[in-house]
């Protein structure tokens, strides 16, 4: 059975911290994982990553797969309040339709 | 939200009741999707089409059923409702099976 974790599940900091969160993973035949945000509705994509040490950004926003050790990370710099959402990593099985999710990691940013 | 409407957002039911939930999409999207996202649990998936009139089942459909008999349309319907369904339900699609899913603003469902 697929699975993902996520760490930390919560995390408090101060508005302008780095922060870095982290998922691994146990998926038969790998393909991709992705990242989402999640405010107070529904999920809204951030990143696909389907080849280890490529990273992707996106403004402040970066993410990176270790393909070998079964993990990625995303991290934020300069944080704003904007950013207080949970993000959420999702790893698809070989066909691609079913995504398995963690269960999140809660980030409040403190003005 | 990529042209992807839930309805209703809310529904309060009481236990017994069947409950529809409607799922609409303006992207002739051929791949559909429905979550349900608990605490501790995260989202997991209740079932999914790959088109019109073809359905499967996800890690969490025991108590639900799904049609799809138009490619905007996707509904879950959950025969007679328990307290054990309350949960947020989100709907989501995606052009082919490898492509990214994209997901509807969600339906909160109250089972009392």
């Known amino acids: 059975e697929d699975k993902v974790v996520q760490s930390p599940l919560s995390l408090v900091v101060h508005e302008g911290d780095t922060v870095t969160l982290n998922c691994s993973y146990e998926v038969t035949n790998f393909r991709s994982l992705l990242w989402y945000k999640q405010e107070k509705k529904a999920p809204t994509f951030l990143f696909m990553l389907t080849s280890s040490g490529i990273e992707k950004k996106s403004g402040r926003l970066s993410s990176i797969l270790d393909k070998k050790e079964l993990f990625s990370i995303l991290n934020i710099t300069a944080t704003q309040t904007g950013d207080s959402a949970v993000y959420l990593c999702?790893?698809?099985?070989?066909?691609?339709?079913?995504?398995?999710f963690g269960t999140g990691t809660r980030l409040t940013i403190i003005p | 939200d990529a042209g992807i409407t839930q309805s209703p957002r809310h529904k309060v039911t009481e236990t017994g009741t069947p409950v529809t939930l409607r799922c609409h999409q303006t992207e002739n999207h051929r791949y559909m999707y429905w979550y349900r996202q608990d605490p501790g649990h995260g989202l997991r998936l209740i079932h999914y089409?790959?088109?019109?009139?073809?359905?499967d089942k996800g890690e969490v459909s025991d108590g639900y059923s799904v049609s799809r008999s138009k490619t905007e349309d996707f509904l879950l319907t959950l025969e007679s409702a328990t307290s054990s369904q309350t949960s947020v339900y989100f709907c989501a699609i995606s052009l082919s099976r490898t492509d990214t899913q994209y997901f509807g603003p969600g339906t909160r469902l109250t089972v009392l």
């Open positions: 089409s790959y088109g019109v009139k073809d359905t």
């Open positions: 999702a790893v698809p099985n070989f066909g691609n339709e079913k995504l398995t």
